[in-house]
């Protein structure tokens, strides 16, 4: 078994998701009291937060980076970065680790294309909803058509996202909130959504909505222990 090795604490709610659903997928393949070879490094999601609402992603690159080596010198095999907004710097990491990336989005396409979807909807910050490097990703490597909500719920998803769920604050409302939008991009014509920021499978499950729900975080994590045990 490969020793997986996370960089957490963005935030550390959605990490321990990660840590859960990897060792329970580790049980469910290899039985017993079997468990995951895990490297966990979790940053300070207060120090990172600051720098990405500043646009000071070299800064945040920085301590990404240190985390990774730290990785590789615990003697990780790998490493998955626990939240979709900082594969934004998943080229500057990966260019100085030896190790390799599982990248979120190529996990999440790949289980996409799969299952045949061809038009999807993107949640997540407005990092990721907003900018290149998640979205363009899925469209030009993949073929993948990815609708955003608009301004306002873009502002709504994003608020949501830094006040409560990363604060372990799962509101009723806010829930509403989301399944309201994941119903307007439906009505746009994508065939599901992907939950692009770790936290929001805190409030949104499938059973939720009619509209298929593809949560990252399960994905990501699912490919990690794939990796781990191939």
């Given at each position: 078994m490969k020793t997986i090795g996370l960089i957490g604490g963005m935030s550390w709610e959605s990490t321990a998701s990660y840590y859960a659903f990897i060792n329970q997928q580790v049980k469910a393949e290899l039985g017993g009291l079997h468990s995951a070879k895990v490297c966990l490094y979790s940053v300070n999601f207060a120090e990172i937060e600051v720098l990405q609402h500043a646009n000071k992603w070299h800064e945040a690159s920085v301590i990404l980076i240190d985390a990774a080596k730290r990785l590789e010198a615990a003697g990780a095999d790998f490493i998955v970065i626990c939240t979709n907004t900082m594969h934004k710097l998943y080229s500057e990491i990966q260019a100085e680790t030896q190790l390799?990336?599982?990248?979120?989005?190529?996990?999440?396409?790949?289980?996409?294309?799969?299952?045949?979807?061809?038009?999807?909807?993107?949640?997540?910050?407005?990092?990721?909803?907003?900018?290149?490097?998640?979205?363009?990703?899925?469209?030009?490597?993949?073929?993948?058509?990815?609708?955003?909500?608009?301004?306002?719920?873009?502002?709504?998803?994003?608020?949501?996202?830094?006040d409560e769920l990363c604060l372990g604050k799962v509101e009723n409302g806010s829930r509403e909130t989301?399944?309201?939008?994941?119903?307007?991009?439906?009505?746009?014509g994508v065939q599901a959504v992907i939950l692009g920021c770790t936290e929001i499978a805190l409030l949104i499950q499938q059973e939720h909505t009619p509209v298929r729900l593809y949560d990252t975080t399960m994905i990501h994590a699912e490919s990690a222990v794939k990796l781990a045990l191939k």
């Amino acid at each position: 078994m490969k020793t997986i090795g996370l960089i957490g604490g963005m935030s550390w709610e959605s990490t321990a998701s990660y840590y859960a659903f990897i060792n329970q997928q580790v049980k469910a393949e290899l039985g017993g009291l079997h468990s995951a070879k895990v490297c966990l490094y979790s940053v300070n999601f207060a120090e990172i937060e600051v720098l990405q609402h500043a646009n000071k992603w070299h800064e945040a690159s920085v301590i990404l980076i240190d985390a990774a080596k730290r990785l590789e010198a615990a003697g990780a095999d790998f490493i998955v970065i626990c939240t979709n907004t900082m594969h934004k710097l998943y080229s500057e990491i990966q260019a100085e680790t030896q190790l390799p990336i599982i990248h979120i989005a190529d996990a999440t396409a790949e289980q996409l294309k799969k299952d045949g979807i061809e038009k999807v909807g993107l949640l997540g910050t407005r990092f990721t909803m907003e900018e290149d490097f998640y979205k363009s990703r899925l469209q030009s490597l993949y073929g993948i058509e990815v609708l955003i909500p608009n301004e306002e719920d873009r502002q709504s998803v994003h608020r949501i996202i830094y006040d409560e769920l990363c604060l372990g604050k799962v509101e009723n409302g806010s829930r509403e909130t989301y399944i309201n939008i994941i119903n307007r991009l439906y009505e746009q014509g994508v065939q599901a959504v992907i939950l692009g920021c770790t936290e929001i499978a805190l409030l949104i499950q499938q059973e939720h909505t009619p509209v298929r729900l593809y949560d990252t975080t399960m994905i990501h994590a699912e490919s990690a222990v794939k990796l781990a045990l191939k």
